[in-house]
């Protein structure tokens, strides 16, 4: 039993504004850093490593490692500016039963390539599975023991998992997202999350993907219109220097 002098507290912590307008397209952007948090998707050894699945498969990692030197400087301004750094990465179970039989088997193309779970072809554990080494960030990018990562298991890392939770538990509010691929898992992430009531950030120049441009300019061009702004890695860091001083 308590003491009757107990007080369970419901209220919680409201950290002071902290804003900040940002150069962005189609128009300059406020945001409050109290309140934001920067996503960084995807940037494992299974799609950048040249022995990860995809580059055995065939997929050229170089455009998606291009971004590396960009990520570096923007999660260390985000860490500096007072934000949290999510590392949002495939992990799948080893078992696959979160995974439908109609999902395997487009990723797989019917059958006939490994997929999730499967053994890697190098031979350094099971495809994506969030306790190996292909779920893993690359060695180039090393979380601080501050940032925190989140597994997902589908292209976005908003449908059946805890990081809308973490996020709300943090009083996030507004989310600025790197990464890869740019059409794929960060769009569908930044879409769920502009669904959720989020407002959306994608640094444009910290995400690439390995389609063809014209898929690129189709995201921002769709991002601009219906979700929210995009911006450079250069204006972000910019926006958030003064902000970094004062912490």
């Not at 979160?98 to 190098?122: F, M, N």
Request: with cysteine.
């Amino acid at each position: 039993m308590s003491s009757p002098d107990a007080v369970l507290s419901f209220v919680r912590p409201v950290p002071p504004p902290r804003r900040v307008t940002l150069d962005a397209k189609p128009q300059r952007a406020e945001i409050d850093l109290a309140r934001t948090a920067l996503i960084v998707v995807d940037m494992q050894n299974d799609f950048l490593h040249p022995d990860g699945w995809f580059p055995r498969l065939g997929f050229d990692p170089a455009p998606l490692a291009a971004i590396i030197p960009q990520l570096i400087a923007v999660t260390g301004a985000a860490r500096a500016a007072g934000l949290p750094v999510v590392w949002l990465n495939w992990g799948v179970r080893a078992d696959r039963a979160e995974l439908s039989h109609p999902w395997i088997e487009k990723a797989s193309a019917c059958g006939t390539r490994p997929v999730y779970a499967d053994p890697g072809a190098a031979g350094r554990g099971r495809i994506l599975v969030a306790s190996d080494w292909g779920a893993q960030l690359v060695d180039e990018l090393v979380p601080d023991p501050a940032d925190l990562i989140v597994h997902k298991h589908r292209l976005s890392g908003f449908h059946d998992n805890e990081l809308d939770t973490v996020l709300r538990n943090r009083g996030i509010d507004t989310l600025l997202f790197a990464g890869v691929n740019t059409d794929r898992c960060v769009f569908s992430s930044l879409c769920d999350a502009s669904f959720l009531g989020y407002g959306c950030l994608m640094v444009e120049d910290a995400c690439t993907t390995g389609s063809p441009a014209y898929v690129t300019e189709a995201i921002h061009y769709l991002v601009r219109l219906l979700y929210g702004v995009t911006l450079t890695s250069a204006d972000l860091m910019a926006a958030l220097a003064p902000a970094s001083a004062d912490q």
